[in-house]
């Protein structure tokens, strides 16, 4: 009797922890190969440490589960094909991570159909977020560092010369640069659009020293491909005939600071984000990234829209005590804020899903024997998306 007594209340106490035992799934892609395959670990590096130093805040029994994608680079079939299965063989609750724009609007009626939200933590041409009611994105749009570029940039430099990868983001990068530096009375000599992948830059550099701009504005995605533009415009001699080289911080993203060297000094750009931020959450990011990973890594900022996109999905399974509905996880993306994250205060704009941050100016600077991006001023303390802001009064 007893020992019927005791099985009963084993039984009884296993399918009550059944019951609150939950698992939320998150469907994460990006990429870990080609073009920009060494920056995937950053981003996923971000999530997994997030989890780990939160996961105790989580409601009792609530688990999550991430699961990795390879999109091989700018692949919007390969990406469809993944959100697909992620969704209908994985049943995740959650798609989230992708680094590039094609990727991303590849995926986003897939989110819109499945009822998925999918937090973009990167991917950053500014119409994306449109595209599904699903979307919500805590990386950036390249008009939120290209427009206040623009308008630093007329107060210095009277001529300029835009240079950027010819995809979304880059077209968006060379549009709000161009309005806002000749709004500010500077002349854009040219606008030139390189291909995505191995562009010529020694041919396109030596075009731009021919036309003689006293700043060349650049964006190309984050990578080894900054590496490339540094180099070609030190060799080609850019930089000693006087030309400044400036730029969404893309171009001087701080894993590629070593590769670049000496060069990199100088560079100017505008970004939400630098390794060297000195405010307390900032320090105390990057001190846990490198007791995690080892002194001499750096997060960059695909980590820091990975890690604060991870704490946006903790707020909604903590607010829905694990039981995730769609549509209230999107009302409580689109109210979500943080006054300490690593960046400063971020908030999720609830109009647009868009992050709304500050912009800082930074200069590539040596500090200690490293390069670092030396954060100069504060340009905006609260950017909204300037595109949807300037569609608004249209
Ligand atoms: C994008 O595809 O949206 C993208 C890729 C790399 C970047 C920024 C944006 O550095």
Do not use: C
């Amino acid at each position: 009797m007893k020992a019927v007594k005791l099985l009963l209340g084993a039984l009884l106490a296993l399918s009550a922890s059944a019951a609150f035992a939950q698992t939320i799934k998150i469907g994460f892609i990006t990429s870990y190969s080609g073009l920009n395959g060494n920056l995937g670990p950053y981003m996923e590096r971000a999530v997994r440490l997030y989890i780990k130093e939160h996961q105790k805040e989580l409601p009792p029994g609530v688990k999550i589960e991430l699961i990795t994608r390879d999109d091989t680079g700018p692949n919007p079939d390969k990406a469809k094909q993944l959100a697909q299965e992620l969704i209908v063989r994985d049943k995740v609750d959650l798609l989230a991570g992708v680094i590039f724009t094609p990727n991303a609007l590849a995926i986003a009626p897939l989110a819109t159909e499945a009822k998925k939200p999918f937090v973009i933590m990167n991917a950053g041409t500014a119409v994306i977020t449109t595209r599904s009611p699903y979307i919500a994105r805590t990386s950036f749009t390249l008009w939120q560092s290209s427009y206040p570029l623009g308008q630093w940039a007329a107060k210095k430099f009277k001529t300029a010369y835009t240079l950027v990868s010819d995809f979304g983001p880059g077209h968006d990068s060379e549009t709000a640069f161009s309005q806002a530096f000749e709004a500010g009375g500077g002349k854009v000599l040219s606008k030139v659009r390189v291909p995505l992948q191995n562009p010529d830059w020694a041919a396109y550099m030596q075009r731009v020293k021919d036309a003689k701009p006293e700043a060349l504005m650049v964006f190309i995605p984050a990578g080894k491909t900054a590496t490339a533009v540094m180099k070609n415009f030190s060799d080609l001699g850019l930089a000693s005939a006087g030309i400044k080289l400036i730029g969404p911080g893309d171009i001087t993203t701080e894993e590629e600071l070593p590769n670049m060297g000496d060069v990199a000094i100088g560079a100017t750009t505008v970004f939400h984000w630098s390794a060297a931020g000195e405010r307390p959450a900032n320090k105390a990011f990057v001190a846990l990234w490198k007791k995690e990973f080892g002194q001499n890594e750096t997060p960059n900022f695909l980590s820091v829209g990975s890690w604060d996109g991870t704490a946006m999905i903790f707020e909604a399974i903590k607010q829905q005590k694990g039981k995730l509905d769609p549509d209230k996880t999107m009302e409580i993306f689109k109210n979500w804020k943080n006054p300490n994250s690593p960046r400063g205060p971020i908030a999720i704009d609830p109009e647009t899903r868009d992050i709304i941050q500050p912009e800082y100016l930074r200069e590539v600077r040596k500090v200690g024997g490293q390069l670092m991006n030396v954060e100069l001023e504060t340009l905006g303390a609260a950017v909204k998306d300037p595109w949807k802001e300037l569609q608004k009064k249209k």
